[in-house]
């Protein structure tokens, strides 16, 4: 008999279950969309729409309530500055289930857990950019970086080349050097001088 098996233990203990309630949670927060295994998505469907019905009150008292489940500040942020906002003439209800079918591999079966509103080529609403659209952001500074960084290099490599042809010059310094040898070999039969009077005395 199934007497006080109240919830799947989804093959992990406690802890580890836990932080991957934390981390679905603020996945779902973030992309209001996620896809998992059927078990989880049961699982974690209440998880979230208490977390909804918590948010449509924004107080401090809510916030650190919501805050004990999802460690991320800023989900915390948009959980109550967008989300809750969009539900509150709903009186539950927030998220759906949609079964994918089974897994290949191992046919697992898999659902997509995402909020009722969520529409499929819209992107979330957030109040910080997402990852790729920062990611595009960087790569189109660098470009512009480079594109000037180009035009400087341009500019200076007359400059190198002119310091380039006036290295004969320094080859002139160079032989100057090359004497410089020449005079410590007339010094050295000296020492030998000084040793062979050395030696003689």
Known sequence: MR?????????RTSGHRAA?????????IEH????TT?????????????LVTL?????VHNRRQAARQVLDDAMVQKLFATIAPRFTDRPGGYTRIVKLG??????????ILEFIDYELGKA?????????EAKA????KKAEEGAEGGEETAEKKPKKTAAKKSAPAKGGGAKKSASKPAASKKAAPKKGATRGAKKGS
Not at 20 to 28: G, H, K, T, V, Y
Not at 32 to 35: D, K
Not at 102 to 111: I, N, Q, V
């Open 102 to 111: 089974p897994r290949r591999g191992d046919g697992t079966e898999m659902a």
């Open 38 to 50: 059927l078990p989880k998505a049961k699982e974690l469907r209440p998880l979230i729409e208490k």
């Open 137 to 140: 952001a960087r790569k189109a």
């Open 32 to 35: 209001e969309r996620i896809v």
């Open 124 to 132: 979330p609403a957030t109040s910080t950019a997402s990852k790729g």
């Open 20 to 28: 991957m309630f934390r981390n679905q949670l603020a996945s779902i």
């Open 3 to 11: 007497h006080g098996m109240s919830y799947r233990k989804l093959g």
């Open 55 to 59: 948010s449509r009150e924004d107080s």
